[in-house]
Structure formats: structure tokens, C-alpha cells
């Protein structure tokens, strides 16, 4: 792990998960250059191969810049290349800079990384981070945040990696009158009037390796004091309408899609169909009655003679909620890694694997009751005719470091799956990351 352990368990038992606190640890990272290089391994990656799919921003002193944007988007990193090396070569002037978001998309090391980091702020069944994690990194080289003095709606974690100091101002206890602030939607309130308010801030020099965090609704700036990159987490807070929202459209998806622009009756009847789902709506449950475990047989519709039971709406909606989550834990929390980070040929036959992390491989039961869903790094793979329960002894092996070979994964499979199934599956935990080189 490339931070101090110790101080961050400190600071996750103190401060996590609300984060109210501006708190400062000098010398936190170990090895900044190693976060750095993985950093410049994800951008490179990003733009070799998949350049229109990394949520890059570019911006010089008070905007968002397009044309430079598409600069960076067409313009790969060297081999070897550091990220503020690349900034200097591309950018037209030492004021400009970039912001890239989900950074750990593109790189395993770095995703494992950060997934330990983010592993010490969750509580898994007492608080959780249920609507995930960005991870995002700022390249800079001189002059001010572009988008001046402003706060965000969610803490801010900054992981400086230098390899130049960065100075931070943090305005706490809303210290602006109105008259010199500019509402934003994007920043709440922002001001570019920097300089005449320094002598009201709480100034921080961080130097590589250090870190700060800013909690949200808390008024700040960044000064760049030569070119450097910081490691950044935006922690989300439940977005609980979303949540299930979704979930229960991937519940009880409408039969055919409605057209671009349908009458009100016909949204309204769509909505009525999913609520009614499959003929029936789903008994009331006493508000403070906790939803069941997905495929938890309970409140089935009633069932043609011979066929099986069809879950309830509130069943199925469990059961999405529940993939949900999965699909988060198995990953650290973290949004799941690109196509383009991943293995594109099988190993070696005795090439030695281990599992990328504990908890990396879930199932579940498939809510039809014909089988189950596997869930491996934030993907999901159906198996047919084979109960979830006969997946534990696989789930439970993915804390030990012994090391085995793809062969011998498959041969760990249910025996109740065929030689080539189990050869499919073991196969399809390589290529989701789920299982990587030792």
C-alpha cells in the first residue's frame, strides 16, 4: 500500500464517513511516484485505446477549454511520459491545465491501490459508500484553479503526488457576502476576486506525498506552484432515488420503448405497468421491515400449473438493488475497470493467478430460480442450473494469496458444470480482472 497505514486508519476511525473536518497529514503517501506512474500508465492507456471514452476536461484561467480538450484527446502520452511532462508539451501556455475523472478505470495496480485506500472510510453493513467513488486526478503547472474560489457538494480527499508543492486556501463558515460571489450550477458559488480574500484563509503547502482533506460546502483554491498532479477521491453520498429508481426499471422493463415525445396517458400507463408488474401489484411491507436478500423466495405471482413461481415486483426490484451493490463491492467500491485495462489473452497454463482482492467474486441467486449470477469486479455472468450456494467455497477463497493456475481455477468450479463451462467461467474471471498475474 503506498500510504502510511497506520495514520489513515487513524483518520478513517476519527473523521470517516462524514469528513466535517479540514484535516491535513503531512507525508501520508510513501511512494508518490508510484501513484504518479500509475496515473501516467492510465492516461496512456486511455488514449492509445479508448480516447473517446476518458472523461477528460481541459481548461485554461476561467474556462472550460473544447479545443484543448480534443488536444489532449488525440494526442497520447509518450511511453514513459509523465503527466505533467505531457501538459507541458501539449498545453500552449503554463496556465492551462486538466482534470481526468474515473482514472482507475484504466489501470488494475492503480484501481487496487485506491480500492485499499477507499477500503479503511467503508463499514460494510454499518455505513457504505452504496452510490460509489470517483477517482480523478488535476494536472497542473502554475497559477490558480481555473474555476476560481469554490466549494463542492461532496468532500474533497486530495492525494498530492508533487513533484512540486501546491498551495491550498480553505474559507470556512461561508466568509463571502453575496455582492462578490457569482452563483454557478456546477460550483455552487464561485468568485475569481482570489488575491483581496487570502488574508481570511486557512493555507495549506502541500508538498508530494501529503494530504488534505476539505470537507463539502467548504469554500477553496488551489495555487499551482510548478507543474505537479494530485490523486483526488469524491467519496458520493446515497443518491437513494436513483438508487431504486433504476432498479426497479431493470425489475420490470416496459415491453417496448416509448416514442420520443408520447402523450401523458402513455407515460402514465407505463408507469402503471411497472408497478403492476406481471398482473399483480406486490403486498405492502411495513415501512420498517427490511427488504429480502435477493431471490429470497417471497410474495411469488400466482403460478401457471407446472410452471414455476414468478417473483414478486419487490423481489425483483431486491434483487436489482442487490447487483447494485455487488457490482461495487466486488470492485472496491470504485467504478469497474475499462475493457481496455484488461487481459486480452488468456495466460500461460502454468502461469501462477491469485484474485485481485478479497470479496472480488460474488453470487447470487438468479431471480427465475434457474441458476445464479456470478458478480466478479463490478461484472456479471449468469450460470444456468447451478445454485448460488455452490459458488461459497470459490467466493470465500478469494482472501488467500495461494497462488494457482487457470486449470487449476476451473477444476475449483461446481463439478456439477460440464469440463468446457468450467473452463468458460475460469476464463471469463481472467478477462474481467477479477483474476490477475501474481
Known sequence: MSIDTKSWKAFAAAH??????????????????????????????????????????????????????????????????????????????????????????????????????????????????????????????????????????????????????????????????????TPNPSFGRITFDIEEHLGTAERHLLRPGDFLCIPRDTYHVFRNLGPSAFLGLTLYPAKTRTLITEALWRATPPPAALPPYPPAHTLLATAESLLTSRGHAPARRPATQPLPPAGTPAAHAPARAGAPAEPSLLARVAHELTLTQLRLRTNGHLGRPHRAALPRTAPAPDAPLRWARPGVLAAVPHPDGTGSILVARGRTLTVPGVDAEAFTRLTEATTSMVPFTLDQLAAALPAALDAAERDRIARTLHTTGAVIAR
Open 16 to 181: 470517516a464517513p462524514d469528513l466535517t473536518r479540514t484535516v491535513f497529514l503531512p507525508g501520508l503517501i510513501t511512494d508518490p511516484g508510484h501513484l504518479a506512474r500509475l496515473i501516467d500508465d492510465s492516461l496512456r492507456t486511455a488514449i492509445r485505446h479508448a480516447p473517446g471514452e476518458l472523461r477528460l476536461r481541459a481548461f485554461r484561467p476561467g474556462a472550460f477549454d473544447y479545443r484543448l480538450t480534443q488536444r489532449f484527446v488525440a494526442t497520447p502520452p509518450a511511453d514513459d511520459e509523465r503527466a505533467v511532462d505531457w501538459l507541458t508539451r501539449v498545453a500552449e501556455s503554463d496556465e492551462e491545465c486538466l482534470a481526468v475523472n474515473d482514472v482507475s478505470a484504466w489501470n488494475l495496480e492503480l484501481a487496487a491501490e485506491v480500492a485499499r485506500i477507499v477500503g479503511e472510510l467503508d463499514a460494510e453493513g454499518v455505513h457504505e459508500l452504496v452510490s460509489g467513488t470517483d477517482v480523478y486526478t488535476f494536472v497542473a503547472h502554475s497559477g490558480w484553479t481555473p474555476f476560481g474560489i469554490h466549494k463542492d457538494a461532496e468532500p474533497s480527499l486530495i492525494f498530492h503526488l508533487g513533484p512540486n508543492p501546491k498551495e491550498v486556501f480553505v474559507w470556512h463558515d461561508q466568509p463571502f457576502d453575496a455582492s462578490g460571489i
